[in-house]
């Protein structure tokens, strides 16, 4: 077994903020543009406004039934419906689009459209996702990129500058909720306007009765009508930051795993507390669990480690400096999976226990106590196995709190792949003197054998950066063309000619 604190020389990166502002500089200063917020490529000039974690974070009301975008409930949603024109939100003044992860319940399928102004469509969450290479790796479930978000414009006719789109779970269960997290955050990723976002607060099974009626629901959806014309490109807004890469969270790990309070971040893992430890310790729910009158306990005898590790996985474990709390804490089973009230998620980002006993947790399985998890100022970094659980926390910390916020959105399954361990080939997957060895920065158990990691797809063990996303994206808003899905880097005329 691995030791359980890994000694590590740290390698220094340029941060993601100046090598994003350099690279697009660079490129923009070659085509006679004077800097990364400037779009001449119609003659005009155009500022794209590049927003920090602090801007993009959005705070809700203490009561939930005041918000009309954010986190809003079935009673607001209701009124909307009744009369869109006449109710929707100040500086809205398009549709009502609801997108459901996934049809609700006999009774309760659909929130119901007029196909007027008020629009339900069916968009599972492998909608909002898209395999993607950030230079070194290649890894599932990123945000889209720029074409293929505007694909989902025309699919759907947004019109993302003054229509409402309300993602919303359908059946609840955590896997819908994971869903609407994940159509807010490429929404809000690629520039959408926080007054023309919200989730939906529970599952239809819930709603039904608590905000809407029965006769709120329909048996079928609208038909999404293909005819949209705008682009991502039209919202002269770059959130980009909502998105840390692997490198940016390398380059805000402390030396060692311990729970800093003063380094201004707060790194939250959403997953359980047997893959945070790698299987040395459990949470009620893990396999394995053995009650020991704590809400974490050592295994049963004979607990196989190995269950805890996902996607056929090189390790398992959590990068330094990571408090852990459970994203499952954050919603009531009881109402359609809705979140739970606002000062009870303070007072778990906070550090205290509820009233099961239940809390974060540092690297040494300990609760942090009260007041010793976020900090004033912190910026939280969100993740989890493939950041759809982290999308719950995310949500709850950047849209509820509203924490300056970003998410790890390559998360563990792209972490414990950048390793210097073997997989099924036999071969390590990242060389030993490879610069993107997350397993440096890592308290980890290794798998038990080779022949149980999955080949992992490396495109530059020697890249020398890991942001191509983001700088695609980028360069997709500025109209400089880019790779597309994390290509292969700027286009053949950078100026888009």
């Keep these: 077994m691995m030791s359980r604190r890994l000694a590590a020389t740290a ?3 340029t941060p993601w903020r100046v090598w994003a502002s350099i690279s697009l500089a660079a490129v923009l200063a070659a085509c006679g543009g004077a800097g990364s917020d400037e779009d001449r490529s119609s003659g005009a000039l155009a500022t794209i406004v590049v927003n920090s974690p602090a801007a993009i974070a959005q705070a809700s009301a203490d009561d939930y039934e005041a918000n009309v975008n954010g986190l809003i409930t079935a009673t607001t949603l209701q009124r909307w419906m009744a009369d869109w024109v006449a109710n929707r939100p100040a500086g809205v003044t398009g549709k009502l689009i609801i997108f459901q992860a996934s049809a609700g319940p006999a009774g309760a399928e659909y929130i ?5 102004a008020v629009f339900t469509y069916l968009s599972p969450s492998s909608e909002w996702i898209q395999t993607r290479s950030n230079g070194v790796i290649l890894t599932p479930s990123m945000v889209p990129d720029g ?6 414009l025309a699919k759907y006719n947004i019109d993302p500058k003054n229509d409402m789109v309300v993602c919303a779970q359908g059946t609840g269960n955590t896997g819908n909720a994971m869903a609407q997290g994940r159509c807010w955050y490429a929404l809000r990723y690629w520039g959408m306007d926080a007054k023309n976002l919200a989730l939906l607060n529970g599952g239809n099974q819930w709603i039904n009765g608590n905000g809407l009626a029965a006769g709120d629901f329909a048996t079928t959806a609208s038909a999404a009508p293909g005819a949209g014309r705008a682009s991502v490109k039209d919202l002269r807004v770059d959130n980009s930051a909502l998105l840390a890469t692997f490198e940016d969270l390398l380059n805000v790990l402390p030396a060692n795993d311990a729970n800093l309070r003063s380094d201004g971040v707060m790194i ?3 997953r359980s507390v047997g893959q945070f430890s790698a299987g040395e310790r459990l949470e009620q729910g893990d396999s394995g669990f053995a009650a020991c009158g704590s809400p974490i306990c050592v295994p049963a005898a004979g607990y196989d480690y190995m269950k805890s590790f996902q996607n056929s996985g090189s390790r398992q474990g959590h990068p330094r400096g990571t408090l852990q709390l459970n994203f499952s804490n ?3 089973g009881s109402k359609g999976f809705a979140y ?8 778990y980002m906070n550090g205290d226990a509820d009233s099961n006993g239940v809390r974060m947790i540092d690297a040494a399985y300990i609760g942090v106590g009260g007041g010793a998890a976020y900090q004033a100022g912190d910026t939280v970094y969100v993740y989890c196995e493939t950041t759809f659980r982290a999308m719950i926390t995310g949500m709850a910390s950047a849209v509820i709190m509203g924490y300056p916020t970003r998410f790890y959105d390559g998360a563990m399954v792209e972490w414990n792949s950048l390793s210097n361990l073997a997989d099924a080939t036999g071969q390590a997957i990242l060389p030993a003197d490879s610069p993107w060895r997350t397993d440096l920065k890592s308290f980890f158990r290794p798998a038990s054998s080779p022949s149980l990691v999955a080949q992992r797809s490396i495109v530059d063990a020697y890249a020398t950066h890991a942001n191509r996303i983001v700088l695609d994206d980028k360069s997709y808003k500025q109209n400089l063309g880019g790779a597309g899905g994390g290509g292969s880097g700027a286009p053949p005329n950078p100026c888009g000619g």
């Design 11 to 13: 390698t220094a990166f």
């Design 112 to 116: 119901k459209p007029n196909n007027l």
């Design 147 to 152: 074409p293929t978000m505007d694909a989902l």
């Design 268 to 270: 939250w893992d959403a």
């Design 330 to 332: 954050l919603l009531d």
């Design 340 to 347: 739970k009230p606002k000062a009870q998620i303070a007072a």
